[in-house]
């Protein structure tokens, strides 16, 4: 079965940086795109950040552009979201997710607090 495990969560204060990143195994995933998502208490999980599966095609939330860079190592199966300039608003739990028909696939989750 697919699995994702993101890791490099953790406490900063406003202005720092965290580099985030996704093992993934159990599929072939060279040929899948990869997404990071967040998700805060009490609202919607939201899209941050996508990739092709060749590291073209990047794609981000306005929220996050120009502070956020996706990226990915196909031979170490990883997908990284380097996270700079965060802001207190960046407070979320962030999931890696890839799409494999029929289904949405997602890791556990690591917690990012930003205080301010």
């Known amino acids: 079965q697919v699995q994702l495990v993101e890791s490099g969560g953790g406490l900063v204060q406003a202005g720092g940086s965290l ?19 967040r998700q805060s208490p009490g ?26 860079t996706i990226s990915r190592d196909n031979a170490k199966n990883t997908v990284y979201l380097q996270m700079n300039s965060l802001r207190p608003e ?19 989750g690591t917690q990012v607090t930003v205080s301010s």
């Open 90 to 108: 960046d407070t979320a739990v962030y999931y890696c997710n890839t799409f494999i028909w029929p289904y949405n696939y997602w890791g556990q």
């Open 19 to 37: 580099r985030l990143s996704c093992g993934a195994s159990r599929f072939t995933f060279s040929i899948y795109a990869m997404s990071w998502y």
């Open 43 to 68: 609202k919607e999980r939201e899209l941050v950040a996508t990739i092709g599966s060749a590291g073209g095609s990047p794609n981000y939330s306005d929220s996050v552009k120009g502070r956020f």
